[in-house]
């Protein structure tokens, strides 16, 4: 995400190397370029309200650390994430990824995976996909986890502004279910003090979290450095101990 060119995260220098356990031989002792990132805005992941605390601002410090990188990151609407990357309003993001996707960025390297699907309201439980027909799906938009759900015509979806709203709309008895990553849903959850308004959650997917990059960007030698700090972080495990870590800690 980019907080604005007021919020620039600049990491560089051997003793953050050292600081961060990720040095990399031939590292530049500059930062040698700065990249625009439009990011979910969505605790604990990063908001605005505290633009150095979050998933996303620890994940750029290490991507700093290893490149030499300096990512500026904007709270977005996790509707509109996509269309800035494709139109070059920023250069990448890091969400789920859908194949779908393919015609307007490019797929990037994968960060981690988490599991999404259907967390639904008290009393219901389901055996099966085909028992989602008949329900009223709260969905953030913007929001893919791939076939058959994305692009199924008898689920009833009803498009929301994001994770928040989709939420108080089961909350408040009108969908019976929300979409989205387990990890944030819960998290709201224990926010709106509302875990006992729900009940099982339906998983639908394994879905990865990838990079996810404009067209003329993705062919730079700044793109290839980000993939690879990405891989390097999903390889060693860094990325899931930080998203494990934001999202056990408890709310304020």
Known sequence: MCFGKGWRLAWA???VLLLLGVGRSGIAAELAA???????DEPPWGAAADPH??????IFGRIAAYTGL???YTPTPLARTLDDV?????SFTITSWAAGRSDRIVRGEAMAALDYGVALRKGLKLADYDQLHGLTIALPRGLLIGDPFDHDPDLRKVPVYGYEQAMTMVEGGHADGVVGS???????MQR????DRFDQDFVLAH???????????????AARQLNEAVAMLRQDGSAERIIRAHFSIETD
């Open 207 to 221: 879905v990865e979290l990838a990079l996810q990059l404009n067209k003329a960007f993705a062919q730079t030698d």
């Open 192 to 195: 709106h003090a509302s875990a």
């Open 70 to 72: 300096a990512i500026d």
């Open 182 to 188: 387990f990890l944030t849903l819960h998290r709201i």
């Open 13 to 15: 220098g051997l003793g």
């Open 34 to 40: 700065h990249l625009d990132a439009c990011m979910i």
């Open 53 to 58: 605390r979050g998933i996303y601002p620890d």
């Open 86 to 90: 494709a139109s070059g309003n920023c």
